[in-house]
């Protein structure tokens, strides 16, 4: 079974840092690319980034570039988002999720997702 | 960046009833190797969300016969033949051709 779980969400402070974490188990992570996706409360879908197996190149979403980092570590089966500057309108339920291997970058599976609160 | 425009964004549906949402990309989605990259999910409430249909036509393991993708191009439709309550949630169609990846706004359905 596919599972995605991810952890590091929290309350931080305006200008704070958060890394999040998603552990995969339940297939050969090295053969995906993987995403992290957020949610804003009550709004919709938002992508924000995207990693290759080898974790060597990433796609992001523009308003992301230079204050979130998406990386993996294939030893691990993990994904993290580093992301730091953080302001008010980041608090969203952020999710992890694998991308098909068919097709362009579609998504197949979604974690449950972690809460980002950034408030003071 | 590719824009999803999806409508309706709310649908109230009695059981048993059909619903179809439809979703128009800004640019084409037909990918060089024949298929177009477009996919629907549901995300239920409290839920995180699921796919249901991925390439614009095909189920996704598990998804019941009732639901089907069509379209091509820039013009998709999800369809579900006979609505149930378990149906409830907002249905988003994705694009994964192009970067950005885009989500359409989401169609809440909901049952009378």
């Known amino acids: ?120 | 960046d590719v824009v999803m425009t999806q409508s309706p964004l709310s649908l109230l549906v009695s059981p048993g009833e059909p619903a179809t949402i439809a979703c128009r990309s800004s640019q084409s989605l037909l990918h060089s190797q024949g298929h177009n990259c477009l996919d629907w999910y549901v995300q239920k409430p409290g839920q995180s969300p699921q796919l249901l249909i991925y390439l614009a036509s095909n189920r996704a393991s598990g998804v019941p016969d009732r639901f089907s993708g069509s379209g091509s191009g820039t013009d998709f439709t999800l369809k579900i033949s006979r609505v149930e309550a378990e149906d409830v949630g907002v249905y988003y169609c994705m694009q994964g051709l192009q970067m950005p990846v885009t989500f359409g706004a989401g169609t809440k359905v909901e049952i009378k």
Not at chain 1, 38 to 53: D, E, F, M, N, T
Request: some cysteine; hydrophobic content about 40%.
């Open chain 1, 1 to 120: 079974e596919v599972q995605l779980v991810e952890s590091g969400g929290a309350l931080v402070q305006p200008g704070g840092s958060l890394r999040l974490s998603c552990v995969t188990s339940g297939f050969t992570f090295t053969k995906y690319w993987m995403h992290w996706v957020r949610q804003a409360p009550g709004k919709g879908l938002v992508w924000l980034s995207r990693i290759r197996i080898d974790g060597a190149f990433t796609n992001d979403a523009d308003f992301v570039k230079g204050r979130f980092t998406m990386s993996r570590d294939n030893a691990k089966n993990t994904v993290y988002l580093q992301m730091n500057s953080l302001r008010a309108e980041d608090t969203a339920v952020y999710y992890c999720a694998r991308e098909t291997e068919v097709g362009g970058a579609n998504i197949d599976y979604w974690g449950k997702g972690t809460l980002v609160t950034v408030s003071s």
